[in-house]
């Protein structure tokens, strides 16, 4: 057997057995609506795909299995607790799930982020230099002339650009809670509607799809809080196949959109724009596994595509960056972190090298299983206080954003950007506060009617 089909059918071993440690965790806890099997599932994901869709391009298999003993070791942090008290616990309190997260007030909350979003991303473009006039009637143009700017990194770092992705950010997850508080098929378009109308816009005028992929995620995150809060502990329910393949379906469009505002609008050339949009999409979705697996090869001494700069120490920049800064360890780094860009022919190219990259770099290769194991324990112990908490505020919002987490760590870790810390708190404090809104609201109406005659 060719040494490279053996390497990948290795690779493809490893990953089937990421997806099959988290089976085994989804038959010790009964459902897979849980950290280990999600973070599991996500894994398995970003790395059989990829392996199988490009089975004709090498690729050395110790990443894979890196990758699997981080999984193993975020399973392992679920093992301390006691879920089958918690599931009963949580079972309680199901009838309070529409009345919590389809209030009025989030209803309010929602639709004011995502206009707050709207116009901070205006904003945004009138101080990059760009008006209405250029984005109605010369898209491509100024969507290509927006993403030069980044590339090149000449694009201003405005307050304007933060706020209308924490806005987003924001509507997306209140969107997920109030969607299935819904009945009417109206009601819930309008909502899916202005869930993703912000980070619509930003792929189209900026040629950015990272923050539709993660309003994406987000709102999931949303729904499954709130099945998890209705005691529904199923990831999948009746129906969903259909509305999962026009969630994967319904993105197109539009990526396909902002890739031609790369500049690929002005290819005349079917052939070449057709081969050109298949490396963007293969690269974008396929790239981040070859890569990492490329720079693995690199730091354990066998052949890699690129020589790479060997880093020293980073103090936990690459894993939490804006925490880190605050202490005053400052590192320059380019646009996308890593300015390595790995390629394969005319079919990848990418500088994506997942959030293991980081963490080794941040803590080694014990380390970073050490860390995969703490991350773990911590992360379940907060999803059973979310589980056994009749009223969960910050336990929810750490499941949500523990959804956005795991969706990025096949780009990098979520947690160097302070948008993310900010959109936290700011969520944190818009649950906390519903949470009093409500409570008030429940007593008011379980309160006796004073009887007839009494002196009011």
């Not at 599931?87 to 995502?114: C, D, I, M, P, W």
């Not at 970073?368 to 194991?373: D, K, P, T």
């Not at 999803?383 to 987490?405: A, D, H, I, S, W």
């Not at 947690?415 to 007593?443: A, D, H, P």
Request: charged share 10%; net charge positive; with cysteine.
């Amino acid at each position: 057997m060719n040494i490279d089909v053996f390497e990948k059918c290795l690779a493809l071993a490893f990953s089937l057995l990421i997806l099959g440690q988290a089976y085994m965790v989804r038959r010790y806890v009964g459902t897979w609506l849980f950290p280990a099997c999600l973070f599991g599932l996500f894994w398995f994901g970003y790395t059989f795909v990829p392996l199988a869709i490009l089975f004709w391009v090498p690729v050395q298999p110790y990443a894979t299995a890196f990758i699997l003993l981080c999984t193993v070791a975020f399973s392992i942090g679920s093992l301390a607790f006691d879920w089958k008290t918690a599931f009963r616990r949580n079972a309680q309190k199901r009838e309070t799930a529409a009345l919590v997260y389809g209030s009025a007030f989030l209803k309010r909350v929602f639709y004011l982020s995502t206009f707050l979003s709207l116009v901070f991303l205006t904003l945004n473009l009138f101080a990059q230099g760009f008006s209405l006039v250029d984005l109605f009637f010369n898209l491509y143009s100024s969507a290509a002339a927006y993403a030069a700017l980044h590339f090149s990194g000449d694009l201003k770092d405005t307050t304007f650009d933060q706020l209308s992705m924490v806005f987003a950010y924001l509507g997306s997850i209140l969107g997920g809670f109030l969607f299935p508080c819904l009945s009417a098929k109206t009601e819930r378009r309008v909502i899916v509607f202005f869930s993703f109308l912000p980070s619509t816009l930003v792929a189209v005028t900026q040629s950015a799809k990272g923050l539709l992929f993660l309003c994406i995620v987000f709102f999931c995150a949303g729904l499954l809080v709130y099945r998890v809060s209705a005691g529904r502990l199923c990831l999948f329910e009746k129906g969903s196949i259909k509305s999962l393949t026009l969630c994967i379906a319904a993105p197109i469009p539009i990526v396909t959109i902002a890739f031609l505002g790369r500049g690929l609008s002005k290819i005349e050339d079917v052939g070449q724009l057709a081969q050109q949009l298949v490396s963007y999409f293969t690269s974008y979705s396929c790239g981040h596994l070859y890569a990492f697996s490329d720079w693995f090869a690199f730091v354990i001494g066998r052949h890699s595509e690129l020589s790479y700069t060997r880093e020293g120490t980073s103090y936990g920049f690459y894993t939490f960056a804006a925490l880190v800064a605050r202490m005053g360890i400052h590192k320059v780094v380019p646009p996308g972190v890593y300015d390595d860009y790995y390629t394969y022919g005319d079919l990848l190219t990418s500088n994506i090298y997942t959030m293991f990259r980081g963490l080794i770099l941040d803590f080694g290769f014990v380390g970073s299983v050490l860390f995969m194991l703490a991350a773990g324990f911590l992360l379940h112990w907060t999803f059973r206080r979310m589980l056994v908490n009749r009223r969960p505020v910050f336990t929810v919002t750490v499941f949500v954003f523990m959804m956005g987490y795991i969706y990025f760590s096949f780009i990098i870790s979520m947690l160097i950007w302070s948008t993310f810390y900010l959109t936290f708190v700011l969520l944190w404090s818009v649950l906390q506060i519903n949470k009093v809104i409500t409570e008030e609201g429940r007593r008011r109406l379980a309160a006796p009617e004073p009887a007839a005659g009494a002196v009011a």
